[in-house]
Protein backbone atom coordinates (compact mmCIF):
# COMPACT_ATOMS: atom_id res chain seq x y z
CA UNK A 1 0.00 0.00 0.00
CA UNK A 2 1.28 3.45 -1.06
CA UNK A 3 0.96 6.27 1.34
CA UNK A 4 0.35 9.95 0.11
CA UNK A 5 0.02 13.00 2.00
CA UNK A 6 -2.14 15.77 1.42
CA UNK A 7 -1.23 19.14 2.32
CA UNK A 8 -4.06 21.56 2.27
CA UNK A 9 -3.26 25.09 1.74
CA UNK A 10 -6.78 26.66 0.35
CA UNK A 11 -7.52 28.05 -3.07
CA UNK A 12 -10.11 27.70 -4.65
CA UNK A 13 -10.37 24.29 -4.75
CA UNK A 14 -10.93 24.79 -1.36
CA UNK A 15 -13.62 27.45 -1.49
CA UNK A 16 -17.36 27.78 -1.76
CA UNK A 17 -19.87 30.86 -1.60
CA UNK A 18 -20.44 32.50 0.77
CA UNK A 19 -23.64 34.66 1.43
CA UNK A 20 -22.54 37.84 -0.14
CA UNK A 21 -21.99 35.93 -3.04
CA UNK A 22 -18.19 35.87 -2.92
CA UNK A 23 -16.00 32.92 -3.32
CA UNK A 24 -13.79 32.01 0.30
CA UNK A 25 -11.48 29.42 0.96
CA UNK A 26 -13.07 27.74 3.78
CA UNK A 27 -13.10 23.69 3.30
CA UNK A 28 -10.11 21.26 4.74
CA UNK A 29 -8.22 18.63 3.50
CA UNK A 30 -11.03 15.93 5.06
CA UNK A 31 -13.41 17.65 3.10
CA UNK A 32 -11.66 17.50 -0.17
CA UNK A 33 -10.82 14.10 -0.18
CA UNK A 34 -14.64 13.24 0.84
CA UNK A 35 -15.66 14.52 -2.76
CA UNK A 36 -13.36 12.37 -4.50
CA UNK A 37 -15.45 9.76 -6.67
CA UNK A 38 -13.04 7.43 -8.25
CA UNK A 39 -11.30 4.51 -6.16
CA UNK A 40 -7.80 4.79 -5.71
CA UNK A 41 -6.83 1.44 -5.49
CA UNK A 42 -3.91 0.60 -3.46
CA UNK A 43 -3.50 4.47 -1.80
CA UNK A 44 -3.98 5.64 1.36
CA UNK A 45 -4.34 9.17 1.80
CA UNK A 46 -3.45 11.57 5.02
CA UNK A 47 -3.99 15.03 5.47
CA UNK A 48 -2.31 17.80 6.81
CA UNK A 49 -4.26 21.17 6.79
CA UNK A 50 -1.74 23.46 6.77
CA UNK A 51 -3.59 26.93 5.21
CA UNK A 52 -7.11 27.79 4.22
CA UNK A 53 -6.32 30.71 1.96
CA UNK A 54 -6.24 32.13 -1.52
CA UNK A 55 -2.97 31.79 -3.07
CA UNK A 56 -2.83 35.58 -3.69
CA UNK A 57 -2.54 36.18 0.16
CA UNK A 58 0.50 34.10 0.97
CA UNK A 59 3.84 35.59 2.05
CA UNK A 60 7.66 34.62 1.45
CA UNK A 61 7.93 33.61 5.04
CA UNK A 62 4.66 30.98 4.74
CA UNK A 63 5.78 29.22 1.72
CA UNK A 64 9.04 28.72 3.38
CA UNK A 65 7.49 27.65 6.03
CA UNK A 66 5.23 24.94 3.63
CA UNK A 67 8.66 23.81 2.11
CA UNK A 68 9.58 22.70 5.24
CA UNK A 69 6.42 20.92 5.93
CA UNK A 70 6.45 19.24 3.12
CA UNK A 71 10.24 17.89 3.48
CA UNK A 72 8.98 16.56 6.85
CA UNK A 73 6.42 14.62 5.42
CA UNK A 74 8.93 13.24 2.24
CA UNK A 75 11.40 12.56 5.27
CA UNK A 76 9.27 9.77 6.09
CA UNK A 77 10.10 6.01 5.49
CA UNK A 78 5.94 5.74 5.73
CA UNK A 79 5.00 8.62 3.03
CA UNK A 80 5.58 7.90 -1.07
CA UNK A 81 4.54 11.33 -2.15
CA UNK A 82 3.26 14.50 -1.20
CA UNK A 83 0.46 16.43 -2.90
CA UNK A 84 -0.06 20.32 -2.24
CA UNK A 85 -3.70 21.70 -2.98
CA UNK A 86 -2.91 25.31 -3.78
CA UNK A 87 -4.78 28.50 -5.15
CA UNK A 88 -3.59 28.84 -9.31
CA UNK A 89 -2.76 32.81 -8.84
CA UNK A 90 0.85 31.71 -7.64
CA UNK A 91 0.77 28.00 -7.86
CA UNK A 92 3.56 28.01 -10.21
CA UNK A 93 5.52 30.37 -7.30
CA UNK A 94 5.26 28.13 -4.50
CA UNK A 95 6.18 25.03 -6.87
CA UNK A 96 8.81 26.44 -8.12
CA UNK A 97 10.12 27.69 -4.47
CA UNK A 98 9.90 23.46 -3.60
CA UNK A 99 11.23 22.30 -6.58
CA UNK A 100 14.27 24.97 -5.68
CA UNK A 101 14.16 24.01 -1.69
CA UNK A 102 13.62 20.29 -2.02
CA UNK A 103 16.21 17.25 -2.77
CA UNK A 104 13.99 14.47 -2.15
CA UNK A 105 13.54 12.12 -5.16
CA UNK A 106 9.58 11.47 -3.96
CA UNK A 107 6.83 13.27 -5.54
CA UNK A 108 5.78 16.59 -4.76
CA UNK A 109 2.48 17.14 -6.79
CA UNK A 110 0.53 20.95 -6.39
CA UNK A 111 -2.75 20.94 -8.19
CA UNK A 112 -6.08 23.03 -7.46
CA UNK A 113 -8.93 23.79 -9.42
CA UNK A 114 -10.66 27.04 -11.24
CA UNK A 115 -14.02 25.85 -10.68
CA UNK A 116 -15.00 26.28 -6.87
CA UNK A 117 -16.33 23.45 -4.64
CA UNK A 118 -19.83 24.21 -4.54
CA UNK A 119 -20.27 24.00 -8.84
CA UNK A 120 -21.57 21.29 -10.04
CA UNK A 121 -19.17 20.98 -12.39
CA UNK A 122 -15.77 21.89 -10.08
CA UNK A 123 -12.38 20.58 -11.36
CA UNK A 124 -10.88 20.16 -7.91
CA UNK A 125 -12.09 16.11 -7.28
CA UNK A 126 -10.59 14.79 -10.74
CA UNK A 127 -6.94 17.14 -10.19
CA UNK A 128 -6.73 15.52 -6.87
CA UNK A 129 -7.20 12.28 -7.83
CA UNK A 130 -4.76 12.34 -10.75
CA UNK A 131 -1.96 14.22 -8.63
CA UNK A 132 -2.78 11.66 -5.93
CA UNK A 133 -1.94 9.45 -8.60
CA UNK A 134 1.18 10.90 -9.78
CA UNK A 135 2.07 11.93 -6.07
CA UNK A 136 2.19 7.04 -6.05
CA UNK A 137 3.58 6.44 -9.06
CA UNK A 138 7.16 5.63 -8.85
CA UNK A 139 7.87 6.93 -12.55
CA UNK A 140 7.12 10.40 -11.35
CA UNK A 141 9.89 9.85 -8.38
CA UNK A 142 13.12 12.46 -9.49
CA UNK A 143 10.86 14.78 -11.54
CA UNK A 144 11.16 17.42 -8.58
CA UNK A 145 7.83 19.77 -8.02
CA UNK A 146 5.60 19.43 -10.64
CA UNK A 147 1.51 20.75 -11.21
CA UNK A 148 -0.59 18.29 -12.33
CA UNK A 149 -4.07 19.91 -13.74
CA UNK A 150 -6.65 18.98 -16.20
CA UNK A 151 -5.02 15.71 -16.76
CA UNK A 152 -1.40 17.69 -17.74
CA UNK A 153 1.72 16.99 -15.78
CA UNK A 154 3.94 20.22 -15.89
CA UNK A 155 7.74 21.02 -13.99
CA UNK A 156 7.31 23.50 -11.69
CA UNK A 157 9.89 25.44 -13.40
CA UNK A 158 8.46 25.75 -16.81
CA UNK A 159 4.48 25.91 -16.26
CA UNK A 160 2.37 28.97 -15.72
CA UNK A 161 -1.32 29.93 -15.61
CA UNK A 162 -2.41 31.15 -19.07
CA UNK A 163 -6.13 31.99 -18.20
CA UNK A 164 -8.19 33.75 -15.63
CA UNK A 165 -11.09 30.60 -15.45
CA UNK A 166 -10.57 27.85 -17.60
CA UNK A 167 -9.63 24.69 -16.41
CA UNK A 168 -6.94 24.27 -18.65
CA UNK A 169 -5.05 27.08 -17.77
CA UNK A 170 -1.65 25.40 -17.17
CA UNK A 171 0.75 25.49 -19.73
CA UNK A 172 4.54 25.12 -20.15
CA UNK A 173 5.90 27.40 -22.84
CA UNK A 174 8.86 26.27 -24.47
CA UNK A 175 9.88 23.00 -24.40
CA UNK A 176 5.77 21.76 -22.61
CA UNK A 177 4.74 19.57 -20.45
CA UNK A 178 5.83 16.48 -18.95
CA UNK A 179 3.45 14.44 -19.21
CA UNK A 180 -0.42 13.40 -18.56
CA UNK A 181 -2.64 11.09 -16.57
CA UNK A 182 -5.16 9.26 -19.07
CA UNK A 183 -7.62 7.03 -17.38
CA UNK A 184 -5.70 6.98 -13.91
CA UNK A 185 -2.24 5.82 -16.13
CA UNK A 186 0.73 7.89 -15.44
CA UNK A 187 2.94 8.97 -18.17
CA UNK A 188 5.88 10.62 -18.52
CA UNK A 189 7.29 11.81 -22.02
CA UNK A 190 10.59 14.03 -20.78
CA UNK A 191 12.07 14.62 -17.50
CA UNK A 192 13.55 17.83 -16.44
CA UNK A 193 17.19 19.29 -15.23
CA UNK A 194 16.66 19.32 -11.91
CA UNK A 195 18.36 22.51 -9.74
CA UNK A 196 18.20 21.96 -6.00
CA UNK A 197 19.97 24.74 -3.99
CA UNK A 198 20.70 25.83 -0.30
CA UNK A 199 17.86 26.35 1.90
CA UNK A 200 18.33 29.56 3.93
CA UNK A 201 14.81 30.83 3.25
CA UNK A 202 13.82 33.59 1.28
CA UNK A 203 14.94 37.07 1.31
CA UNK A 204 12.17 39.56 1.18
CA UNK A 205 12.16 42.35 -0.57
CA UNK A 206 13.15 41.56 -3.69
CA UNK A 207 11.11 43.88 -6.13
CA UNK A 208 9.87 42.67 -9.75
CA UNK A 209 9.46 45.76 -12.37
CA UNK A 210 7.87 45.47 -15.74
CA UNK A 211 8.75 48.04 -18.58
CA UNK A 212 6.33 48.97 -21.37
CA UNK A 213 7.46 50.90 -24.36
CA UNK A 214 8.85 54.54 -23.24
CA UNK A 215 8.65 53.55 -19.60
CA UNK A 216 10.72 56.04 -17.16
CA UNK A 217 13.20 54.65 -14.52
CA UNK A 218 11.09 56.16 -11.81
CA UNK A 219 9.97 52.95 -10.23
CA UNK A 220 13.90 51.78 -10.51
CA UNK A 221 14.88 55.00 -8.99
CA UNK A 222 12.52 54.45 -5.93
CA UNK A 223 14.01 51.31 -5.66
CA UNK A 224 17.72 52.72 -5.54
CA UNK A 225 16.73 55.17 -2.93
CA UNK A 226 15.09 52.58 -0.71
CA UNK A 227 18.04 50.76 -0.45
CA UNK A 228 15.78 47.72 -1.45
CA UNK A 229 17.65 43.96 -1.83
CA UNK A 230 17.20 43.08 -5.68
CA UNK A 231 15.23 43.88 -8.36
CA UNK A 232 14.31 41.98 -11.44
CA UNK A 233 13.52 43.68 -14.60
CA UNK A 234 11.14 41.89 -16.57
CA UNK A 235 12.60 43.42 -19.94
CA UNK A 236 11.45 43.17 -23.69
CA UNK A 237 12.79 40.35 -26.03
CA UNK A 238 16.02 39.21 -25.31
CA UNK A 239 16.81 41.43 -22.72
CA UNK A 240 16.52 44.73 -24.20
CA UNK A 241 15.03 47.80 -21.86
CA UNK A 242 13.64 51.42 -22.08
CA UNK A 243 16.24 54.87 -22.46
CA UNK A 244 17.70 55.29 -19.15
CA UNK A 245 17.27 51.80 -17.85
CA UNK A 246 21.23 50.70 -17.90
CA UNK A 247 21.75 54.75 -15.47
CA UNK A 248 19.16 53.33 -13.25
CA UNK A 249 20.81 49.79 -13.16
CA UNK A 250 24.17 51.34 -12.65
CA UNK A 251 22.78 53.29 -9.71
CA UNK A 252 21.11 50.37 -8.11
CA UNK A 253 23.89 48.02 -8.43
CA UNK A 254 26.44 50.54 -7.07
CA UNK A 255 23.89 50.71 -4.30
CA UNK A 256 24.45 47.05 -3.53
CA UNK A 257 21.51 45.60 -5.02
CA UNK A 258 21.47 43.00 -7.22
CA UNK A 259 19.60 43.71 -10.53
CA UNK A 260 18.37 40.70 -13.17
CA UNK A 261 17.03 40.76 -16.05
CA UNK A 262 14.59 38.78 -17.44
CA UNK A 263 12.41 38.86 -20.48
CA UNK A 264 8.70 39.68 -21.35
CA UNK A 265 8.85 36.45 -24.11
CA UNK A 266 6.72 33.37 -22.82
CA UNK A 267 9.57 31.35 -24.94
CA UNK A 268 13.71 31.47 -25.35
CA UNK A 269 16.68 33.04 -23.39
CA UNK A 270 18.27 36.71 -22.28
CA UNK A 271 20.99 37.23 -24.01
CA UNK A 272 23.63 40.60 -25.09
CA UNK A 273 23.41 41.09 -28.19
CA UNK A 274 22.13 44.38 -28.47
CA UNK A 275 24.12 47.90 -27.07
CA UNK A 276 22.72 51.34 -27.02
CA UNK A 277 20.69 53.15 -24.39
CA UNK A 278 19.29 50.78 -22.74
CA UNK A 279 20.10 47.22 -24.84
CA UNK A 280 21.11 44.22 -23.12
CA UNK A 281 24.90 44.63 -23.77
CA UNK A 282 24.32 48.09 -22.05
CA UNK A 283 22.26 46.79 -19.25
CA UNK A 284 25.06 43.68 -18.76
CA UNK A 285 28.06 46.31 -18.40
CA UNK A 286 26.11 48.38 -15.76
CA UNK A 287 26.49 45.13 -13.68
CA UNK A 288 23.00 43.85 -14.75
CA UNK A 289 22.85 39.87 -14.52
CA UNK A 290 21.12 37.92 -16.94
CA UNK A 291 17.88 35.02 -16.24
CA UNK A 292 18.28 32.97 -19.32
CA UNK A 293 15.28 31.22 -19.77
CA UNK A 294 13.87 31.29 -16.90
CA UNK A 295 10.83 34.10 -16.63
CA UNK A 296 10.40 37.46 -14.41
CA UNK A 297 8.11 35.99 -11.34
CA UNK A 298 10.13 32.70 -10.84
CA UNK A 299 13.78 34.86 -11.18
CA UNK A 300 12.54 37.10 -8.46
CA UNK A 301 12.25 33.83 -5.81
CA UNK A 302 15.73 32.38 -7.26
CA UNK A 303 17.23 35.78 -6.78
CA UNK A 304 15.55 35.44 -3.10
CA UNK A 305 17.07 32.21 -2.20
CA UNK A 306 20.38 33.19 -3.24
CA UNK A 307 20.77 35.77 -2.00
CA UNK A 308 19.26 34.36 1.49
CA UNK A 309 21.96 32.16 1.12
CA UNK A 310 24.45 34.73 0.72
CA UNK A 311 25.80 34.15 -2.73
CA UNK A 312 27.69 36.97 -4.34
CA UNK A 313 27.39 37.96 -7.50
CA UNK A 314 29.59 36.09 -9.36
CA UNK A 315 27.45 32.36 -7.70
CA UNK A 316 24.56 34.45 -8.80
CA UNK A 317 25.27 34.57 -12.50
CA UNK A 318 26.47 30.64 -12.19
CA UNK A 319 22.75 30.16 -10.49
CA UNK A 320 20.63 31.86 -13.57
CA UNK A 321 22.91 30.39 -15.87
CA UNK A 322 21.79 26.56 -15.10
CA UNK A 323 18.69 27.96 -15.93
N1 LIG B 1 -8.24 31.82 -8.45
C1 LIG B 1 -7.48 31.24 -7.44
C2 LIG B 1 -7.59 29.73 -7.40
O1 LIG B 1 -7.79 29.14 -8.43
C3 LIG B 1 -7.54 31.83 -6.13
C4 LIG B 1 -6.25 31.49 -5.45
O2 LIG B 1 -5.23 31.51 -6.09
O3 LIG B 1 -6.29 31.13 -4.29
O4 LIG B 1 -7.45 29.08 -6.41
Known amino acids: MKRVVIVSTGGTIASGKTSDHSVIADRNGATLIATLQDPLDGIALEVDD ?10 LPTVHQLVGVVRAHLARADCDGVVVTHG ?58 VVVFEGDIHAACSVSKTHTSRVDTFRSAGYGKLGEVDNAVVHIGRRPQRRVFADMGLVEGVELIKPGLGSTTAYLDFCASSGVPGVV ?39 SVYGGDSGATTLGAAGAIFAGELPAIKARLLLSVLMAAGADKNAIVRAFARF
Open 50 to 59: FRSVGSYALD
Open 233 to 271: IEAFGRGNAPRGYAGAVSRLVNGGSHVVIASRCAEGRTL
Open 88 to 145: TDTMEETAFVCDLLIASDKPVVFTGAQRHADMPNTDGPRNIADAVRVAAAPIACGLGT
